[in-house]
């Protein structure tokens, strides 16, 4: 049966952030309907200067029109008890946020010299708007200021204790946990972007979240005032996120 009551989840995080995990984790689960970053056309097409890889083929598999992604993407008619949206914080800039009203929002976080250094592998010269953390901040605030108390989660936080903080989100959720939600299979899934082949290595050779390893490469000097600012942001947030209990 279709309906529109179902829970809507829907994940505001930054790249390189163990979000396709957090994905593949709630998708793993058979009591929800997963989509994977359906706003990334649209922030593609308002963005021509940004140059990702696969650039043209995230156009041509998605709608670049915002309205219809949120009608036909996010408050989509579903078939299963719960709806779990990936959404990278920059993908939503210069947009109407009020849609976010409507949803559940948990906004994942991750210590910005980590996450910095490891994007920066793919895009080179990163700016605050490509590591969404300003903007994850601000959509933040936007939301407190309609009433709403998101979750904050750390990717690092919960790299340490799985089933535990996955316990933990659900029960702010209001879902039931799974233990679903701790393996899956290696590879590819059927809710990965186009953009796969390009992002998701890590994840596609992992079946279950695994800490990662201290990077030993030296963090790019030209990106230290990047770093400040981004460290700004965390520490706002983080001042909220979920602790392990």
């Known amino acids: 049966m279709i309906t529109m009551t179902s829970t809507r989840i829907h994940l505001i995080s930054g790249p390189r952030n163990i979000s396709t995990a957090l994905m593949y984790a709630f998708g793993n689960r058979n009591d929800m309907t997963v989509i994977d970053e359906p706003f990334y056309a649209y922030y593609l097409h308002n963005h021509p200067s940004i140059d990702h890889p696969g650039r043209v083929e995230v156009l041509e598999s998605q709608p670049t029109d915002y309205?219809?992604?949120i009608k036909k993407a996010v408050l989509q008619p579903i078939t299963t008890d719960y709806l779990f949206v990936k959404?990278?914080?920059?993908?939503?800039?210069?947009?109407?946020?009020?849609f976010l009203t409507s949803v559940k929002n948990i906004f994942l976080i991750r210590e910005p010299r980590q996450l910095i250094a490891s994007f920066a592998q793919v895009i080179h010269e990163p700016k605050i708007l490509d590591i969404g953390l300003k903007l994850e901040y601000e959509i933040f605030e936007y939301l407190r200021a309609q009433g709403q108390k998101p979750i904050v989660i750390d990717s690092g936080m919960l790299l340490q204790d799985p089933e535990t903080y996955l316990r933990q989100l659900c029960n702010k959720l209001d879902i039931p946990f799974s233990d679903k939600m701790l393996?899956?299979?290696?590879?590819?899934?059927?809710?990965d972007g186009i953009?796969?082949?390009?992002?998701?290595?890590?994840?596609?050779?992992?079946?279950?979240?695994?800490?990662?390893?201290?990077?030993?490469r030296l963090f790019p000097e030209?990106?230290?005032?990047l770093l400040e600012e981004a460290d700004f942001y965390y520490n706002q947030l983080s001042q909220y996120r979920l602790e392990i209990c």
Do not use: C, I
């Open 183 to 191: 393996n899956w299979s290696p590879g590819p899934r059927k809710e």
């Open 87 to 98: 959404n990278m914080a920059h993908h939503l800039d210069g947009s109407d946020w009020s």
């Open 195 to 216: 953009w796969a082949k390009y992002w998701y290595d890590n994840v596609h050779a992992s079946s279950g979240f695994r800490k990662q390893k201290t990077s030993e």
């Open 67 to 69: 309205q219809t992604v």
């Open 222 to 225: 030209h990106l230290l005032s």
